[in-house]
């Protein structure tokens, strides 16, 4: 089955950096584009990032652009979120999800992780 | 680019229907066909109800139903049960290539 598993959440200071990974199982993910969506506590969703599966092209949110870089490393199934100088309104739960189709990208999310917390306090 | 607008919440009796509406503009819910619905419970990652403005994934049962006029896009639930009290996410792909969701739904089934 599809398994998306995030990591590396945690408490970060402002202008500090962390960088999220989501390993993925369950298909072959090097078919398929990916994408961060962020949550804030107790707000809506707001799209982050997508990446095509072949990684050739990526695509950002304006609140995030130039400070995130999605990556991706298809030989370990393994997508990333690069987040530099990280803002108090960067806090938030982040998830990766999986494009529905295959190839590129049709913003469709078709499986979510279980999403993994980024606390930026100082 | 701006959220696209959906009531802050809507309920009903279990066995009723329900719609929830997303506006949007020309630029995304209007301009293209790529609107989804998610469902969110409490605590839980959020799961694709509808795609491709009426589809519906395997396994999404189908008193779950999309549809779209001009800038506003809808979702129906029919014959409401207690487990489809949630939040609801409504998204659209935009001119800019990016993704734009909606700011939610609170259903609450009385």
């Known amino acids: 089955q599809v398994q998306l598993v995030e990591s590396g959440g945690g408490v970060v200071q402002p202008g500090r950096s962390l960088r999220l990974s989501c390993a993925a199982s369950?298909?072959?993910?090097?078919?398929?584009?990916m994408h961060w969506v962020r949550q804030a506590p107790g707000k809506g969703l707001e799209w982050v990032a997508a990446?095509?599966?072949?990684?050739?092209?990526?695509y950002y949110a304006v609140s995030v652009k130039g400070r995130f870089t999605i990556s991706r490393d298809n030989s370990k199934n393994t997508l990333y979120l690069q987040m530099n100088s990280l803002r108090a309104e960067d806090t938030a739960v982040y998830f990766c999800a999986r494009d529905r189709r295959g190839g590129d990208l049709k913003f469709q999310l078709d499986y979510w992780g279980q999403g993994t917390l980024v606390t930026v306090y100082s | 680019q701006s959220a696209l607008t959906q009531p802050a919440s809507v309920s009903g009796s279990p066995g009723q229907s329900i719609t929830i509406s997303c506006t949007g503009t020309?630029?995304?819910?209007?301009?293209?066909?790529?609107v989804s619905w998610y469902q969110q419970h409490p605590g839980k990652a959020p799961k694709l109800m509808i795609y491709y403005v009426s589809d519906r994934p395997s396994g999404v049962s189908n008193r779950f139903s999309g549809s779209k006029s001009g800038n506003t896009a809808s979702l129906t639930i029919s014959g409401l049960q207690a487990e489809d009290e949630a939040d609801y996410y409504c998204?659209?792909?935009?001119?800019?290539?990016?993704?734009?969701f909606g700011g939610g739904t609170k259903l609450t089934v009385l």
């Open positions: 020309s630029g995304d819910v209007g301009g293209y066909n790529y």
């Open positions: 369950g298909f072959t993910f090097s078919n398929f584009g």
């Open positions: 990446m095509w599966s072949d990684g050739s092209n990526n």
């Open positions: 998204s659209s792909y935009t001119s800019s290539t990016t993704l734009v």
